[in-house]
């Protein structure tokens, strides 16, 4: 065992060598990089490195710790096969990690799967590697002596023997095979959650963006990743491809992501704004948009009596993962998840960045444990000034006792207390997403309310009350601060959850949640809104438009307040099917063809809701491939 820990010491400090070596020929690419931070992305980087080495190294970590007996172990041929299962796997990705060194001025970051896509059909590939050998001389150099000193210091097995404890153990086979059992369980443990990343069932497989927590922007994350782990990760990614449905000149006319500067906004006062991304509140399980229907949230519609209310509003796709990037950044679902793509670490555009330069402090919320779902990782790409979670929860010296739900995190009621004590104490005017976690699998509520709710058709129904109640007690405590009066507050799901009801079990159902803003100044502005579509992607452009910008900004939404929208959609994906959903139906799109129409949508509208889509998803794929999301 000592013996194998050695080894992948070893390649451990190859790959630090090779970050170093990858670091001084392109010093242009990081020219901001201070000392401090170079240590942080270096030490950083060693996280991405040790799950790639667990990763290649897993079958020789699994004949190292296999409880099998000691002649096998010093068996030529064993030792032979179990040193080559080391040494070849290790050898290719290092082999792999050094090319990007010369490749990085071309791709502006480490290479992923969409390169096999890029240049499979390229058949000169390996005349311009043999050229690559020479011309990149130094790369080579140093590639052939990391194999050699690969091979040179790696450590084979040996018996421990020679210590009399030890020699006892190899003499008594039970003994010695209990032991080794006890030694093998656990490590395959510790192995995987290495390739993991990270502890706990709430913490998902580290991935690419992830190196963000690391990096003070998406380019400094070639420093911070390794090549073989880019590719590992990207494995079954689905490559985008430009469809070029309309010519470029053509294109922003149809539709844009480009947005003026908001000089003139719709409040005046640079008011504070709280998002709150509910989890699963679709809008089935919210009274005001179901009026004949078993109350489970009194309070929430009592605040959206005095609100703007979009009764058609839609979320992009049906994961929480697909939230903050559609809520905070207007960016879309469009195939798969931004936040696991390996697109992922692309420059982004954000209402935090547009308001960190209207002088505003934002802060991203979360009651699970940090580093949850990918959330910290994403605001720190998208500009937040500061992510904050169950970790600074337990720092606060009011915090409630015993809060922890046991599986997602912190109980709502506590959080959203605790998330109203650092709005009091936050500079103004401040800007914060709050993401609740109570409403969800597997549907508890704490012990002191377990008879306190309403029970529904689903589970989720109580907590659904539950978190009804923590919105209560939140707005009881803001009420009396000075800040309260100032500011906008913002109520959105993430996705939508355990439809019973047939009418909101279509494929347009299935999207359909509560989006509406809550002015405490400005009753005035209450109103239902039954004719506009909204969408999660129109709450950054229509925050801009409450609060104004003066610089133009980008966003794949549009604001819903300062004009009518211009093609008034909501665009969602579920795997197969596109949707772009109007007033009166909703079309389906797989990327190629129109696959359905379902209501009473005229012959013309139909096409302009597909040129739309298309010019949607055009848009996208094309920005996010020449990296130009902002």
Request: some cysteine.
């Amino acid at each position: 065992m000592p013996y194998s820990l050695i080894n992948v010491a070893l390649v451990m400090l190859l790959y630090s060598a090779s970050r170093l070596f990858f670091y001084l020929p392109n010093l242009s690419f990081f020219p901001e990089a201070s000392s401090e931070h170079l240590i942080e992305m270096f030490l950083g980087g060693m996280r991405f490195d040790l799950t790639t080495v667990l990763y290649l190294s897993s079958p020789y970590l699994i004949m190292s710790m296999a409880p099998i007996p000691v002649s096998w172990r010093t068996n030529r041929i064993y030792a032979a096969i179990q040193k080559w299962l080391f040494i070849i796997p290790n050898i290719i990705g290092l082999l792999i990690n050094a090319a990007d060194i010369a490749y990085i001025p071309f791709s502006g970051g480490r290479t992923t799967c969409s390169f096999f896509s890029e240049f499979g059909n390229d058949s000169n590939l390996f005349t311009i590697f043999a050229h690559s050998l020479v011309e990149f001389w130094y790369i080579t150099i140093f590639v052939a002596l990391l194999i050699v000193a690969l091979i040179f210091l790696y450590r084979p097995y040996k018996p421990l023997t020679s210590l009399k404890r030890f020699s006892v153990i190899y003499r008594k086979p039970l003994t010695y095979y209990l032991l080794l059992t006890f030694v093998f369980l656990p490590s395959i443990y510790m192995t995987v959650i290495g390739m993991r990343g990270g502890f706990g069932a709430y913490t998902r497989p580290i991935n690419m963006n992830d190196a963000l927590q690391y990096s003070n922007s998406p380019s400094e994350t070639a420093l911070v990743l390794n090549t073989p782990f880019s590719l590992m990760m990207t494995i079954g990614n689905r490559t985008l491809v430009n469809p070029n449905y309309f010519p470029d000149d053509e294109l922003d006319a149809i539709m844009t992501p480009n947005h003026p500067a908001v000089t003139s906004p719709l409040l005046k006062s640079k008011p504070n704004v709280v998002i709150f991304i509910l989890e699963s509140f679709a809008a089935e399980h919210v009274g005001f948009y179901n009026p004949n229907s078993k109350p489970f949230t009194p309070f929430l519609d009592s605040l959206l009596v005095h609100s703007i209310v979009f009764t058609h509003a839609y979320s992009n796709g049906r994961k929480s993962i697909d939230a903050p990037p559609a809520i905070l950044a207007s960016i879309p679902k469009v195939y798969e998840p931004f936040v696991t793509s390996s697109y992922s670490i692309r420059t982004i555009s954000s209402l935090a960045k547009v308001l960190n330069d209207e002088g505003y402090h934002t802060t991203f919320l979360h009651g699970a444990p940090n580093g949850s779902m990918g959330f910290s990782s994403f605001t720190h790409n998208a500009g937040f000034a500061s992510y904050s979670g169950y970790d600074e929860y337990i720092e606060d010296p009011q915090k409630e006792s015993d809060a922890y739900d046991g599986t997602w995190g912190i109980w709502d009621e506590p959080y959203l207390l605790h998330c109203q004590r650092l709005f009091s104490a936050m500079p103004k005017p401040f800007c914060s997403a709050i993401f609740t976690v109570s409403s969800h699998h597997p549907f508890a509520v704490p012990k002191q309310y377990e008879n306190s709710f309403p029970k529904g058709a689903t589970p989720l129904n109580r907590c659904i009350a539950y978190t009804d109640h923590a919105l209560r007690r939140f707005f009881e405590a803001a009420s009396r601060q000075s800040w309260y009066d100032n500011t906008v507050f913002v109520f959105v799901a993430d996705h939508t959850n355990e439809n019973v009801d047939p009418a909101y079990s279509s494929d347009e159902g299935l999207f359909h949640i509560p989006i509406a803003f809550y002015i405490p100044s400005c009753d005035s502005l209450a109103r239902i809104d039954s004719t506009t579509i909204a969408s999660q992607l129109d709450i950054f452009p229509s925050i801009i438009g409450l609060v104004g910008s003066s610089k133009p900004y980008f966003a794949f939404g549009e604001d819903l307040f300062s004009a009518p929208k211009r093609h008034n959609y909501a665009i969602t994906y579920q795997y197969p099917y596109f949707q772009a959903i109007a007033a009166n139906g909703y079309i389906q799109f797989d990327g190629t063809n129109l696959t359905g129409v379902y209501g009473n949508i005229p012959a013309d509208q139909q096409e302009d809701m597909l040129r739309y889509l298309k010019a949607f998803i055009q848009q996208y794929i094309s920005r996010i491939l020449s990296n130009s999301m902002q």
